[in-house]
Each structure stands twice: as structure tokens, then as C-alpha cells.
T-cell receptor, first 113, second 113 residues
Framework: AQSVTQLDSQVPVFEEAPVELRCNYS??????LFWYVQYPNQGLQLLLK??????LVKGINGFEAEFNKSQTSFHLRKPSVHISDTAEYFC???????????FGQGTELSVKP | SAVISQKPSRDICQRGTSLTIQCQVD?????MFWYRQQPGQSLTLIAT?????????ESGFVIDKFPISRPNLTFSTLTVSNMSPEDSSIYLC??????????FGPGTRLTVL
């Protein structure tokens, strides 16, 4: 079955520290990969996406992610986080060029001073 | 990118009543979707809104409970029928092109008493 797994439900980190949010997906011939961020009481905002090409993708707010086909992973990273990065982060996948997104369970990033 | 608006932004409803949520996109898109986000949870796809035809529902969701319309490329409605407290959730509309980014509305926060 097609699924997306975010391995950490909560990630606490201190300000200016690096962070990695992990995402794995079930193997498929074709995948499009996305990371979205949801701030409290708001909708989802696209951080970055991988459709094809370079496996290292850069997004907004200094985030980047790397598509690793052999490990079926798409981990999100930021070298130095800010208090304002505190939010819920969702990894999502479109399988086989279909239309619908399948979401992971979400990771709550909490940045502390 | 597409800008998506939803109305209402929030509502408090009585058990047994129905609520219709509207979703408007500022550009023509091929795909529109409706999601439910229960408190503290990830997003679950309810259905794909198809222009001019019946929506395609995911397992566990039925047309009688969640009737959906999509009269044109930029507008869709979701009705939550015969509501119960278990329907209290955030309902989100998304839109985009097939196999590409989906953009999300701000969501409708529904509380059923």
C-alpha cells in the first residue's frame, strides 16, 4: 500500500541548531515529493518539492531536502533554525503521476531559545 | 501558484444540521480536493472534486455525508451533512495541476455541539 512515514512526531531543538525531519515513503516507480509547513491556526504552505532533476532541492526559509531513491527517503534539513520555524511539518507524496497527495503523520518542530 | 480562499473560516453548528463550505481558486486548475484534519492529526483526503461530474470519494467517505459540487474549474463546495460532534475538524480545500504542487486554502474550522 502507498504510504508516507514521518519517523518523529515531535522534534525539540534549540535556536540556531541544525535540524533534520525524516520522511520515508513506500517504494514506487514514480513519486513526486513535497514538504508543507502549517503554522498554528493556518493552512498549509509549500516549503519545497521534488518532481525530477537534481536530488537536492532548496525551498523557502532556508530549508532543503534530498531525494534518496535507494532509501526511499526525502528528509528535510535546515542548518540553523529560528524561533519562527516552530510549526507542524508534513511530508506528502504523489504516486505514479496521479493527482492526490498522501500525507505523513506530521512532525511538530519546537524551537526553544 | 494559485491562491485559494475558503468560506466560512470557522463555524459552530448544532448536531443534525448541515454546513456548506465554499472554495474559490484564483486561476484555472485541473484538480481540486477536499481534506479533513481532525484535532492534532494529519490530513485525510475526503474526495477529488471533478468538474461537471460526481466526486471521487476515498474509502470511509460517502456522498450522502459529504456531497461535493464543482460546477467549473475554479469553484467547489463541500457539504457536511447531518453533523455530529465527531465531524468537528478543519476542512481544507486544495487545488493544482495534475502531477504538480497542490495549493491549500486557509481551512474551515468546524465545531459541532
Amino acid at each position: 500500500a502507498q504510504s508516507v512515514t514521518q519517523l518523529d512526531s515531535q522534534v525539540p531543538v534549540f535556536e540556531e541548531a541544525p535540524v533534520e525531519l525524516r520522511c520515508n515513503y513506500s517504494s514506487s516507480v514514480s513519486v513526486y515529493l513535497f514538504w508543507y509547513v502549517q503554522y498554528p491556526n493556518q493552512g498549509l504552505q509549500l516549503l519545497l518539492k521534488y518532481l525530477s532533476g537534481s536530488t537536492l532541492v532548496k525551498g523557502i526559509n532556508g530549508f532543503e531536502a534530498e531525494f534518496n531513491k535507494s532509501q526511499t527517503s526525502f528528509h528535510l534539513r535546515k542548518p540553523s533554525v529560528h524561533i519562527s520555524d516552530t510549526a507542524e511539518y508534513f511530508c506528502a507524496v504523489i504516486y505514479n503521476q496521479g493527482g492526490k497527495l498522501i500525507f505523513g503523520q506530521g512532525t511538530e518542530l519546537s524551537v526553544k531559545p | 501558484s494559485a491562491v485559494i480562499s475558503q468560506k466560512p473560516s470557522r463555524d459552530i453548528c448544532q448536531r443534525g444540521t448541515s454546513l456548506t463550505i465554499q472554495c474559490q481558486v484564483d486561476s484555472q486548475v485541473t484538480m481540486m480536493f477536499w481534506y479533513r484534519q481532525q484535532p492534532g492529526q494529519s490530513l485525510t483526503l475526503i474526495a477529488t472534486a471533478n468538474q461537471g461530474s460526481e466526486a471521487t470519494y476515498e474509502s470511509g467517505f460517502v456522498i450522502d455525508k459529504f456531497p461535493i459540487s464543482r460546477p467549473n474549474l475554479t469553484f467547489s463546495t463541500l457539504t457536511v451533512s447531518n453533523m455530529s460532534p465527531e465531524d468537528s475538524s478543519i476542512y481544507l480545500c486544495s487545488a493544482g495541476l495534475a502531477g504538480d504542487t497542490q495549493y491549500f486554502g486557509p481551512g474551515t474550522r468546524l465545531t459541532v455541539l
